[in-house]
């Protein structure tokens, strides 16, 4: 027996995170009535525990959805799939995985834009490998720095400007773009071992700055300010000092009166009509298959479900997926390589366990062009940090591999050591190759009976040589601030992280993208896509920001345009 | 206790002996038996099959890896020697002396190691890290609300008792 459905919105949502989070907001103030479909619940600053087995180990808030669907890896497309060596899974909760994030909110930089034609430009025209397929986005950060500035303004970043109109600071990153606005929050709080890096980093050279937070260093707009607990990545805020859309973004655009947000909502395809468009989605709640039906969709979950979702909302315009009608869904993805490094600077109390992993000293010197890349068997780089919050099972685990890792001379390690480790943080820029592949694993399939994404994708040599000559940076870094000893965890690839770009790549020709310059599917041009899914390069950082910042301008696109989107 | 692991007749003994041997007794503070270590992992069999499973077959292996060598089970074994022994399984060399660790020695000395660190450093709640020995060890001082600027200088912070997660339950509904 079927349900009504409900009656036709003007745009519904799949996914109400970090991105529509926020582009909701000038949806729904212009007066569109908007669905949002949420997979998980609503989550209050009461339930988050500071407890690093169920947040960092059991990842609890990803059990909604994310994790019991955690996607399939394989290196080539001869290969079988099976269970990727890491995975780290997503939130699903209204707010997204922006509720455990450790809210590092940087900038791409100007370079990341073009970054093809820049490394060709350089280096010759022969520099990148056959089958690289890194490309230039169809914008440049000048045309993306207003909205850069709106998020950072509307959520309360903390941070210095190191180039304010073209003026430098060195208090700020001079390597950074040029911004038209200054933070609206200072950063968050310095620490004996920032500064002591701080100190060691502009001693050799470099160019240090305390990293861009998207955690409130002061109230801010009716919302609380950090308290510095030591529990943040991989934990929702227990104040509420996270820059997540369920605190700011998605009240506002409740209190319109125009958003309507179903929880525990979980989509499962997005139909489309007999000429092609997108008629609404479908979603599963309470057991229960409810069709809504839309004049536009927004698609915005993380990666890996965007990709899913259109691969598996075929119809008859679009027998291969919505999106899919030039094989271009999948395409082009890419994964940082997240390094945790650590020194050890004997008899000194660091006191690094506590705060929180944005409270660092960052810098740019290693990141994008900044250095010269020549003979050097990569391109692209990381922003490198040294960062505060180690936990205690972590710290007992990352330690130099000339200790030994248990029995007594890893418990005189610990006991001598224990309050003396510093922690360094590298995000490594992955290029995507014409061989990497998001598609549906055929052998594999969720609890639902959706299949499984399978990713195809591994470390090329490139990937070692950034890893050995970055890591070699941070390691300089930290003998200079005076560490004995420093510990490099092996190159892995990490496959399934929250740090997974492309799929639904963002460009002008319909044979080498997924959506266009705005967001929208080329093929279908009333679904918007929200989320890093649609970067053509990746940068060496975090990506909610930019992430957020594609996301207002799609919005304001849509609402543009909305008589031509709409019809 | 009534849980799968101890039903598989005498495996308690071994379990117990990997954490000794993991996290001796020593002049560095207590070690992984007095912090309950050996609840948290059988915490963690009583919940999932799979890690309960793991550990039966591999315990199992242990001892037989231990008469093969020894002519004893690995519980009656010497710290000396169940560390020699332990220290060939993380190296992967067990397989040489025609030892069968399922599904690999590497692969079950990670996951007991990973379980050792949890149970050693994760909050008390869960089981294990009991009297806080792990934290202790680790000069870590506990959970901490709201860490003031003198908490994060280089050098020794304010005295504080060391909290875990049920000594801040009140502060914390106080905001």
């Given at each position: 027996m079927s349900h009504r459905n409900p009656s036709p919105a003007d745009v519904v949502v799949v996914g109400l995170g970090a991105t529509a989070g926020l582009a909701v907001g000038p949806l729904a103030e212009a007066g569109l009535r908007v669905v949002a479909l949420e997979a998980g619940p609503h989550r209050v600053d009461n339930e988050f525990v500071f407890d690093e087995i169920a947040n960092d180990h059991r990842n609890w808030l990803g059990d909604p959805k994310a994790n019991h669907e955690v996607p399939t890896w394989r290196a080539r497309s001869a290969e079988e799939s099976g269970d990727a060596a890491i995975a780290i899974t997503m939130v699903n909760a209204v707010g997204g995985t922006a509720i455990h994030s450790p809210a590092q909110y940087f900038r791409l930089l100007p370079w990341h834009f073009r970054e093809r034609s820049s490394i060709i430009e350089r280096y010759g025209e022969k520099a990148l490998p056959e089958g690289n397929a890194i490309a230039d986005w169809p914008l440049d950060y000048e045309e993306l720095e207003p909205y850069y500035a709106k998020v950072e303004q509307f959520l309360g970043v903390s941070g210095k400007a190191g180039n304010?109109?073209?003026?430098?600071?060195?208090?700020?990153n001079v390597l950074e773009g040029t911004r038209s606005t200054e933070y609206p929050l200072g950063p968050l709080r310095r620490t004996g071992f920032t500064e002591m890096m701080a100190t060691a980093a502009r001693e050799l050279g470099w160019h240090p700055f305390p990293g861009a937070a998207g955690i409130r260093s002061e109230p801010y707009a009716g919302l609380p300010a950090c308290t510095y607990c030591g529990f943040c990545i991989c934990n929702g805020c227990w104040v509420g000092a996270k820059g997540v859309t369920s605190l700011r973004g998605i009240p506002e655009a409740v209190a319109t009166g125009n958003l309507e947000v179903v929880t525990e909502a979980r989509a499962v395809r997005i139909d489309s009509h007999a000429d092609g468009r997108a008629a609404g989605v479908t979603y599963v709640k309470d057991g229960r298959e409810i069709f809504q039906p839309a004049r536009a969709v927004i698609l915005a979950t993380f990666t890996f479900e965007n990709v899913r979702l259109l691969l598996h909302s075929s119809g008859s315009k679009h027998p291969a997926g919505l999106g899919n009608d030039l094989d271009q869904v999948g395409r082009y993805p890419m994964t940082h390589q997240i390094v945790q490094m650590r020194g050890v600077f004997p008899g000194q109390d660091l006191n690094t366990l506590s705060g929180t992993y944005a409270q660092g000293t960052f810098l740019d010197d290693w990141e994008a062009d900044n250095f010269d890349h020549s003979g050097l068997g990569f391109f692209g780089g990381s922003t490198v940090g040294m960062v505060m919050e180690i936990k205690p099972i972590s710290a007992a685990r990352g330690i130099p591999s000339n200790y030994p890792r248990w029995g007594?001379?890893?418990?005189?390690?610990?006991?001598?050591?224990?309050?003396?480790?510093?922690?360094?943080?590298?995000?490594i820029e992955q290029h995507p190759y014409q061989d990497f592949r998001l598609d549906l694993?055929?052998?594999?399939?969720?609890?639902?009976?959706m299949p499984l994404v399978r990713f195809t994708i591994d470390?090329?040599?490139?990937d070692r040589a950034a890893f050995e000559f970055l890591t070699g940076k941070v390691r300089t870094w930290f003998e200079a601030a005076g560490a004995t000893d420093v510990f490099t965890p092996p190159m892995m690839l990490q496959a399934v992280t929250p740090h997974v770009y492309g799929g639904t790549r963002m460009g002008d020709d319909p044979a080498a993208s997924a959506v266009d310059r705005w967001g929208f599917l080329h093929d279908t041009p009333n679904v918007g896509v929200l989320g890093i899914s649609t970067l053509p390069s990746c940068g060496g950082r975090n990506p909610t920001l930019t992430a957020q910042a594609l996301a207002w301008r799609t919005a304001d696109r849509l609402v543009e345009d909305w008589d031509e989107i709409a019809a | 206790m009534d849980v799968g692991l101890e039903k598989a007749a005498g495996q308690l003994e071994a379990l117990r002996a990997l954490i000794d041997t993991l996290v001796p007794d020593d002049e560095f503070g207590p070690g992984g038996l007095a912090a309950g270590v050996d609840h948290y992992v059988i915490h963690l069999c009583t919940d999932d099959e799979t890690v309960a499973a793991a550990y039966s077959a591999n315990l199992a292996a242990l001892d037989r890896l231990s008469n093969g060598e020894h002519g004893r089970p690995f519980a009656e074994l010497d710290l000396v020697a169940r560390t020699e022994l332990l220290a060939a399984v993380e190296a992967g060399d067990a397989t040489a002396v025609g030892c069968d660790f399922v599904p690999d020695p590497a692969g079950f000395f990670g996951l007991a190691h990973e379980h050792m660190l949890q149970g050693m450093f994760g909050d008390p709640v869960h089981g294990g890290n009991r009297d806080l020995i792990g934290w202790k060890l680790l000069g870590y001082r506990g959970i901490k609300l709201k860490t003031d600027p003198e908490d994060q200088r280089i050098g020794p912070p304010p005295e504080r008792p060391v909290a875990s997660m049920a000594d801040i339950t009140a502060e914390r509904a106080r905001g």
């Open positions: 304010l109109n073209g003026e430098l600071d060195p208090g700020g007594t001379g890893w418990k005189r390690f610990l006991s001598e050591n224990g309050r003396s480790l510093g922690e360094g943080l590298l995000q694993d055929p052998r594999r399939r969720d609890g639902s009976g470390l090329r040599d490139s | -």
